[in-house]
């Protein structure tokens, strides 16, 4: 299957620093990717989808100057994490999928552990 | 209101029995489609099987298949005979809208134990 990676898998940062977080997808092309945040033992949550060469589109209630993402390839998205704060500590995960259709699947990466302190 | 509910926040199964997991969801598109994901300790989320709103049987992957129930709304997760590896989180989750449309709404996912 697709395969997708994240660089951190773990992070930690003192508070007020930022934290860039990378999402590829490492054997094909992506012109959409979403990035969730899942708190412990909590659902996923998703926070916005990544367009390549456009905006990303934010969900309702998530601060767009404070999560910076950037879709400058088909096969990378970053996620930065501006002035971060305890309340930020979580698992971030990405997932993209392929842009020639085949699957419905969506792929996830492995996640991301961000702790602030 | 919740679009995808998953009402057992934990299960208990022993080894080699089989185990639901239960799932409704709550829209109002014709086209959609429905994942079941596994997450162990590890935070990995893992691809069980999907079922798609216009698919007329119900989609087995293996040991898991999915009770598909159009009319109300379900979309139960079956694990027969659980093996001690299938301990983890396991989330139900909707796509709504077309293919393309490939933005997932979760539930509040189950924790499934399998003892000896």
């Known amino acids: 299957g697709a395969v997708v990676s994240q660089h951190p898998s773990r992070v930690i940062c003192k508070s007020g620093t930022s934290v860039k977080i990378e999402c590829r997808s490492l054997?094909?092309?992506?012109?959409?990717m979403f990035w969730y945040r899942q708190f412990p033992k909590q659902s996923l949550m998703l926070m916005a989808t990544s367009n390549e060469g456009s905006k990303a589109t934010y969900e309702q209630g998530v601060e767009k100057d404070k999560f910076l993402i950037n879709h400058a390839s088909l096969t990378l998205s970053t996620l930065t994490v501006t002035s971060a704060h305890p309340e930020d500590s979580s698992f971030y995960i990405c997932s993209a999928n392929p842009l020639e259709r085949g699957s419905y699947e969506q792929y996830f990466g492995p996640g991301t552990r961000l702790t602030v302190t | 209101a919740q679009k995808i509910t998953q009402t057992q926040p934990g299960m208990f199964v022993q080894e080699k029995e089989a185990v639901t997991l239960d799932c409704t969801y709550d829209t109002s598109d014709q086209s959609y489609g429905l994942f079941w994901y596994k997450q162990p300790s590890s935070g990995e989320m893992i691809f069980l099987i999907y079922?798609?709103?216009?698919?007329?049987q119900n989609a087995t992957e293996g040991r898991y298949s999915l009770n598909f129930q159009k009319a109300r709304k379900s979309a139960n997760l079956v694990i027969s005979a659980s093996q001690l590896g299938d301990s983890a989180m396991y989330f139900c989750?909707?796509?709504?809208?077309?293919?393309?449309?490939?933005?997932?709404?979760f539930g509040t996912g189950t924790r499934l134990q399998v003892f000896p």
């Open positions: 079922q798609g709103s216009y698919d007329e």
């Open positions: 054997d094909f092309q992506a012109t959409t």
């Open positions: 989750a909707m796509r709504e809208g077309d293919y393309n449309t490939d933005k997932l709404i």
